[in-house]
């Protein structure tokens, strides 16, 4: 059995089945945190987003937000940022809007910024924030010139969606990866999430664990999506949840049943209490 003392926990795909975090999981958490084990979310979200559903479950966690760009602690405060600077996130708009892409979401600190239809860009705010649809007239640019202006301090994350042009899609990607200063996963079929070079849920955790004073090999990471494998060739075991690709499932240590059935639950048993 593993000596666990940090638990790093992806949310969409992973935690949060069906829009909320099953009940099980919820106890699972609470259980290792009694036990004096430290828990991390770490997601691809900014913080309002992530918690949408922490809150409601009661729970009260550290987080790896933005793939590693922001670290914050479970009052909220900032632990630590990573920026892409403003040349290369405005690069990126152009690019997309060369594409056509459906849209593109940036992430600045607590603020996102969309830039897309005015149809996508509700359909991913009803999904992942916390705002409203008539909210979106203050972060909704429809236009380069105003996508431009509010990138002029940089981001965190930025992420790029077409489920239309999937090929198109993966070019720009390539694209992207050429790029020195730019750090590029997924963390699903339909879109590229940027950050700044040398950026991931790995050195994100790698600095939590810095932070706590925790070694990296008494640590259990979950996750179901490539953004997830930097956390697992970092932690010291690492599961797959039973939804996630082959290629995710092949890189970790072991699997898990799905994130519908309890399966963060399960990890967490399996390898802190070994039941």
Not at 45 to 58: Q, V
Not at 203 to 217: E, F, H, Q
Not at 266 to 274: D, E, P, S, Y
Request: hydrophobic fraction near 50%; proline fraction near 3%; charged fraction near 20%.
């Amino acid at each position: 059995m593993a000596n666990i003392r940090l638990i790093a926990i992806d949310m969409d795909g992973t935690l949060v089945a069906d829009g909320k975090i099953p009940r099980e999981n919820i106890r699972a958490i609470r259980r290792a945190q009694a036990a004096g084990i430290e828990v991390v979310a770490a997601t691809g979200r900014m913080p309002g987003s992530a918690a949408r559903n922490l809150a409601p479950a009661g729970l009260a966690v550290d987080a790896i937000l933005s793939n590693g760009a922001l670290l914050m602690d479970k009052a909220g405060q900032v632990l630590q940022q990573s920026w892409l600077d403003g040349d290369a996130a405005a690069g990126i708009v152009r690019g997309w809007q060369h594409i056509k892409g459906t849209f593109c979401a940036v992430y600045i600190e607590q603020s996102m910024y969309l830039f897309a239809r005015r149809e996508a860009a509700l359909g991913f705010l009803a999904r992942y924030t916390l705002a409203s649809p008539e909210a979106a007239d203050g972060f909704l640019h429809e236009t380069l010139e105003g996508a431009l202006r509010a990138l002029e301090g940089g981001a965190h994350k930025m992420l790029i969606s077409d489920s239309g042009d999937r090929e198109g899609l993966a070019a720009f990607r390539r694209t992207l990866e050429g790029d020195g200063r730019l750090m590029v996963t997924s963390s699903w079929v339909d879109n590229i999430e940027v950050m700044p070079h040398g950026v991931s849920k790995g050195s994100g955790l790698m600095a939590m664990c810095c932070i706590k004073g925790i070694d990296a090999a008494d640590v259990l990471a979950i996750g179901d999506s490539e953004n997830d494998l930097a956390m697992f060739k970092v932690a010291g075991l690492s599961a797959a949840m039973g939804n996630a690709a082959p290629a995710v499932r092949a890189q970790a240590d072991f699997v898990a049943p799905s994130n519908d059935q309890g399966g963060v639950a399960w990890a967490i048993r399996h390898a802190v209490w070994g039941e």
